[in-house]
């Protein structure tokens, strides 16, 4: 009976130690505009992401652990904190939003000023997140089809007769 018991204590022990920790994720939305693609990139607990742009293919790529850690920590803050909706200006073309979705919970806008020490934590987290990525630097342009592109011709001077 004994051993029994403790051949069962230890089947359980090791599917506890195998389930581990459950796994979260997030998702970093960025919306595009006219002339820039947007972008969607799935961030995992255990540092796995993927990245996906509009138009395009999806890729993996990692985290440090660290930087996985802070974001879920910022992003567990920034929903606590209940930050209202953020609006700044924008061009109507040109502007994008980025936004973080979390278990059913939208961040504000993080491209707006942040009205709080949270969203403005979470903003760094998602600007790090993006250069691991691959995406840091200027925006990613839409170019247009080499027969729309029209170079500008030089117009010979007109003298007055």
Request: glycine share 8%.
């Amino acid at each position: 009976m004994r051993i029994a018991l403790l051949f069962t204590l230890g089947i359980a022990a090791l599917m506890l130690i195998g389930a581990g920790a459950p796994r979260d994720g997030a998702t970093i939305v960025n919306s595009g505009s006219t002339n820039t693609a947007g972008y969607t990139v799935a961030v995992w607990s255990d540092g796995e992401a993927s990245l996906s742009i509009r138009g395009g293919t999806t890729r993996t790529f990692a985290i440090p652990s660290e930087v996985s850690e802070r974001f879920f920590t910022d992003v567990k803050s920034a929903r606590e904190a209940n930050a209202p909706a953020q609006f700044c200006m924008k061009s109507a073309s040109f502007g994008t939003r980025t936004v973080v979705t979390w278990h059913g919970w939208t961040s504000p806008d993080l491209q707006c000023p942040p009205q709080e020490a949270s969203t403005a934590a979470l903003a760094q987290d998602v600007r790090r997140i993006v250069a691991a990525s691959g995406l840091a630097g200027p925006p990613h342009r839409i170019g247009l089809p080499p027969s729309l592109r029209k170079i500008p011709q030089t117009t010979p001077e007109v003298t007055p007769t």
